[in-house]
């Protein structure tokens, strides 16, 4: 919206700045991530309580274990995924792709009674799975006084 001097509204004014900011802002993202995808994206995580253990599952279809790293640290558990474009030799044209490539990483607070020294990780058909024991909770202990 052109403004002549004088002549446009403080809402017709505020409203052609954020349409130019946006047009601003669209822009640089499409300078930075020119097919129109970041390359940092959530994984998909499932959360379970099994009675005295709990599981964490991630969806990282395509992965191998050398493109996962998993890593706990002050009760967040962080797990980062390299995501691999699918290997283009010689001879070979890409005509429509639309697997993401670039770095996941999902970070979940575990619950208090984690236990992080019993984790076990296990990738098998496109999903990782963490298991992780639950701390055994202490019995409270009646105290004799003796008198």
Do not use: W
């Not at 001097?5 to 020119?34: E, H, I, M, Y």
């Not at 699918?86 to 984690?114: M, N, Q």
């Not at 639950?134 to 202990?141: G, H, I, L």
């Amino acid at each position: 919206m052109a403004c002549k001097q004088g002549s446009c509204s403080t809402a017709d004014r505020k409203a052609a700045q954020r349409q130019s900011l946006d047009q601003q802002l669209n822009q640089l993202v499409q300078q930075l991530f020119p097919d129109g995808r970041s390359t940092t994206r959530e994984l998909p995580t499932t959360v379970q309580e099994l009675g005295d253990s709990y599981r964490v599952q991630f969806d990282v279809p395509g992965c191998v274990s050398d493109d996962i790293d998993v890593q706990i640290a002050d009760g967040i558990l962080s797990v980062t995924v390299a995501l691999r474009k699918a290997d283009r030799g010689e001879g070979i044209t890409v005509l429509h792709d639309e697997r993401p490539s670039g770095t996941s990483i999902r970070r979940l607070r575990l619950p208090k009674d984690a236990d992080v020294s019993s984790i076990d990780a296990e990738l098998k058909a496109g999903v990782l799975t963490l298991s992780l024991r639950k701390v055994e909770t202490a019995v409270p202990k009646k105290v004799e006084i003796r008198s």
